[in-house]
Every structure is written in C-alpha cells, then in structure tokens.
T-cell receptor, first 114, second 109 residues
Framework: DAMVIQNPRYQVTQFGKPVTLSCSQTLNHNVMYWYQQKSSQAPKLLFH???????NEADTPDNFQSRRPNTSFCFLDIRSPGLGDAAMYLC?????????????FGPGTRLTVL | GEDVEQSLFLSVREGDSSVINCTYTDSSSTYLYWYKQEPGAGLQLLTYIFSNMDMKQDQRLTVLLNKKDKHLSLRIADTQTGDSAIYFCADTGRRALTFGSGTRLQVQP
C-alpha cells in the first residue's frame, strides 16, 4: 500500500565518501522532490523533477545531485558528504506540480556522516 | 520573501483540545496544509484548506483560515497521546511548499 518509498531508512557514510539515496513511487506522479530536514528545522527543498525536467533551488550546494531514470525512481547523490550534511532526507511526489497540488511524502532517509 | 511562522511548542493534557497557530506572508497562497511528523518519520498529510474557505472540519481536526490576517490554525479535539508529534503548516506560494518551523505538541496523560 506504500505510495512513496525511500531506501534505505538509515544510512551511515564516512566524511567525503559518496552516497546515494533512493526514492520510488507507485502513484505515477509527474513531479518528484527532494527535501533536506535538519534537526528541529523545517524541510528545505533541494530540487525537483517535473517529468525529466530538473529544477535546482538556487541555494542548493553543488555537492548535491539528482537523477531520475524513469517516472518511478529518483535518486539523490551526495558527492562528498560533510558533517553538515547529516540530516533527514525526504522525498515527495505530486501529480502536476501546479500551485496547490498536494505533495505526498515518503518516510525519509536519515543520513549520518562519521 | 515568503515566510511561514509557528510557535515552537505546545503542551496539553489528554482529552483537552489543542490549537496550533500559523501565520504566513504570501497572499497568493491557494492551498494551506497541515502535516504531522512523528519522531524519525516522514511527513503525513493531515488536512488542507483552500484559500477561499474559512473553515474545514475533518473528524477531530478543524482548520480555521483568516485570510485577511494571514492566520491559519489547527484545532485537535479530544487530544490523545498518539497526537504527540511535530505539526508543520505549509503554504503554496511557490511551486513547492514553504514550511513553517513546526510546532511540537506534547500530550500529557
């Protein structure tokens, strides 16, 4: 019954070691989002895909990249994780991405950087 | 800029009503949302209200919107210990959501 699935739920990586987080959806939604949420803070949008069209937020560091090989899957790549990248990473989807279109969130991946 | 603000903490006794408040600045917001986040989990959509509505009720949840003052509230009737979580309001001033900082609701038995 899961609609937005994130794997793994917990990820531990070493400082500077590349890591990839995965998101998949069964809703067939056009738009997929990646948010970063640090402890006790609001989720912050990193980027989103409208279909295959990638949209980066202006303040998203270059260290963060994303891939969307097909409608169902979207990946977040962190090329050289720093201690400040430890956070919960949330994937969300929406049908059209239009203003007011409801976003559905996955359970998140908690990233620890040692 | 677009800002969404919430109080950080609310403590209530089980069985009481909880009211969580939110203010936003973007007058063009069309939908306003309430999400719930339990510890270590993702965001669960609770309810939303369209900007041309004043009130929406959904079982124990009541959302009030004062568009003139850009004030949104979430009332939880008969609050239970399972309602303990962080509650985020969010507006849709942009293509993506703009979240408040979240209100931590603590329900005491």
């Amino acid at each position: 019954d899961a609609m937005v699935i994130q794997n793994p739920r917990y990820q531990v990586t070493q400082f500077g070691k590349p890591v990839t987080l995965s998101c998949s959806q069964t809703l067939n939604h056009n738009v997929m989002y990646w948010y970063q949420q640090k402890s006790s803070q609001a989720p912050k949008l990193l980027f989103h895909y409208y279909d295959k069209d990638f949209n980066n937020e202006a303040d998203t560091p270059d260290n963060f990249q994303s891939r969307r090989p097909n409608t169902s899957f979207c990946f977040l790549d962190i090329r050289s994780p720093g201690l400040g990248d430890a956070a919960m990473y949330l994937c969300a989807t929406s049908n059209t991405g239009a203003r007011g279109d409801t976003q559905y969130f996955g359970p998140g991946t908690r990233l620890t950087v040692l | 800029g677009e800002d969404v603000e919430q109080s950080l903490f609310l403590s209530v006794r089980e069985g009481d009503s909880s009211v969580i408040n939110c203010t936003y600045t973007d007058s063009s917001s069309t939908y306003l949302y309430w999400y719930k986040q339990e510890p270590g989990a993702g965001l669960q959509l609770l309810t939303y209200i369209f900007s041309n509505m004043d009130m929406k009720q959904d079982q124990r949840l009541t959302v009030l919107l004062n568009k003139k003052d850009k004030h949104l509230s979430l009332r939880i009737a008969d609050t239970q210990t399972g309602d303990s979580a962080i509650y985020f309001c969010a507006d849709t001033g942009r293509r993506a959501l703009t979240f408040g900082s979240g209100t931590r609701l603590q329900v005491q038995p």
